[in-house]
């Protein structure tokens, strides 16, 4: 059974960064997927972030693209999400997830983690 | 303003049958590329639903099913319950985004 857990702090200052990371059990992050976030601000849909290969390749959303970060820690078997110089506009609920290689949906998803950006 | 269009809302009696649609254009569901579709119930993670067009993941019950031509896809719920109560995301990818892209979901309500 595969299961991801997001984690990190619930509230971040304005201009500040943002890192999340999501711990990855019952599948191994070199594993043929791409791990994913995907965000849904309060009472909005969801955005797709960006995802990550093992290998070391990315996708990000071009609207994110410069300030967004997805790296891999394979000694932890985890993922994690940096995103700089944040605004209210940034505050979501913050979904990682899996998608399998040669497809396009995401099976597995994380419970989700509320990140608040204020002073 | 999402890349894939939704209704914001449909819906039903219990019993009934509802469709929720989800328009792209030629550089996603014009393209060839398949599209998903997610439940979200009320304060949860979103779940698979239907993948590739029309396939059911285990343990979702034949009461869902989809369908895709050309720029268009719908989403169909017959036999409508009060659990069925939810937000649904179709989900596809965008050759121009080169990535995943999302409709802006859809609440569908049971009367």
Not at chain 2, 38 to 65: C, E, K, M
Request: aromatic share 10%.
């Amino acid at each position: 059974q595969v299961q991801l857990q997001e984690s990190g702090p619930g509230l971040v200052k304005p201009s500040g960064t943002l890192s999340l990371t999501c711990a990855v059990s019952g599948d191994s992050i070199s594993s043929a997927n791409w791990w994913t976030w995907v965000r849904q601000p309060p009472g909005k849909g969801l955005e797709w972030i960006g995802e990550m290969y093992h290998t070391g390749s990315t996708n990000y959303n071009p609207s994110l693209t410069s300030r967004v970060t997805i790296s891999v820690d394979k000694s932890k078997n985890l993922f994690s999400l940096r995103l700089r110089s944040v605004t209210a506009a940034d505050t979501a609920v913050y979904y990682c997830a899996r998608r399998y290689t040669g497809y396009d949906y995401l099976d597995y998803w994380g419970l989700g983690t509320l990140v608040t950006v204020s002073s | 303003q999402s890349v894939l269009t939704q209704p914001p809302s449909v819906s039903g009696a219990p019993g009934q049958k509802v469709t929720i649609s989800c328009t792209g254009t030629s550089s996603n569901l014009g393209a060839g590329f398949d599209v998903h579709w997610y439940r979200q119930l009320p304060g949860t993670a979103p779940t698979l639903l239907i993948y590739d067009n029309n396939n059911r993941p285990s343990g979702v019950p034949d009461r869902f099913s989809g369908s895709k031509s050309g720029t268009s896809a719908s989403l169909d719920i017959t036999g409508l319950q009060a659990e069925d109560e939810a937000d649904y995301y179709c989900q596809s990818y965008d050759t121009s985004l080169t990535g995943s892209v999302f409709g802006g979901g859809t609440r569908l309500t049971v009367l």
